[in-house]
């Protein structure tokens, strides 16, 4: 199984702050790669696809870049609304599996 | 907006079997791929499998010996059993859409609430 490693785990930001969340893949994954968003009791949103293309919805405040192994999630002027865990997940390889989240916290 | 909801009893005996319907709204189950996901407490994510529309399925390794799916299309639902549960498979159990053109890889789009399934006697 391709094993998928975030970091950091967790952050604190304030509000207006950008952040930038690593993604790493144990083996290249092309650029099959997607991102989530989960707030507590809500369902998972889904971000981006493909690295870096943006799901019908999501604002360009969201951004995600990389191939092969490394992959990043960039969140632009933060909201209150933006607090919550992200993760990612590969789909090139089965079984498809995600990162283990980053939760990001109000400082 | 597709909506997805998850139902199904919140708990199931050992030993016994887990079964769950996800039920599709505001779209058709047709030309998709329809998964589940679970989350146990404190621990990340794990996808169990999809069901094609047409019923063909791709299940993880690690759960395929005890893992059944199956479509319905003339409800637009989907369902997962899951046989001979432990404690260990206490979770959070999402359905989730997954779409993409035909030349290329699915990803998920759409995902359920999630409902929560404890395993206990």
């Known amino acids: 199984d391709i094993q998928m490693t975030q970091s950091p785990s967790s952050l604190s930001a304030s509000v207006g702050d950008r952040v930038t969340i690593t993604c790493r893949a144990s083996?290249?994954?092309?650029?099959?790669l997607a991102w989530f968003q989960q707030t507590p009791g809500k369902a998972p949103k889904s971000l981006i696809y493909a690295a870096s293309t943006l799901q019908s919805g999501v604002p360009s405040k969201f951004s995600g870049s990389g191939s092969g192994t490394d992959f990043t999630l960039t969140i632009s002027n933060l909201q209150p609304a933006d607090f919550a865990t992200y993760y990612c997940?590969?789909?090139?390889?089965?079984?498809?599996?995600f990162g283990q989240g980053t939760k990001v916290e109000i400082k | 907006q597709v909506q997805l909801q998850e139902s199904g009893p919140g708990l199931v005996k050992p030993s016994e079997t887990l079964s769950l319907t996800c039920t599709v709204s505001?779209?058709?189950?047709?030309?998709?791929?329809w998964s589940w996901i679970r989350q146990p407490p404190g621990n990340r994510l794990e996808w169990i499998g999809f069901?094609?529309?047409?019923?063909?399925?791709n299940l993880n390794p690690s759960l395929k010996s005890r893992v059944g799916m199956s479509v319905d299309t003339s409800k637009n639902q989907f369902s997962l059993r899951l046989s001979s549960v432990t404690a260990a498979d206490t979770a959070v159990y999402y359905c989730a859409r997954a779409t993409g053109p035909k030349w290329d890889l699915p990803y998920f789009d759409f995902w359920g609430q999630g409902s929560l399934v404890t395993v206990s006697s």
């Open positions: 083996q290249g994954i092309r650029n099959y």
């Open positions: 997940q590969q789909y090139y390889n089965f079984p498809w599996t």
């Open positions: 505001g779209g058709s189950i047709n030309n998709y791929y």
């Open positions: 069901v094609y529309y047409t019923g063909s399925t």
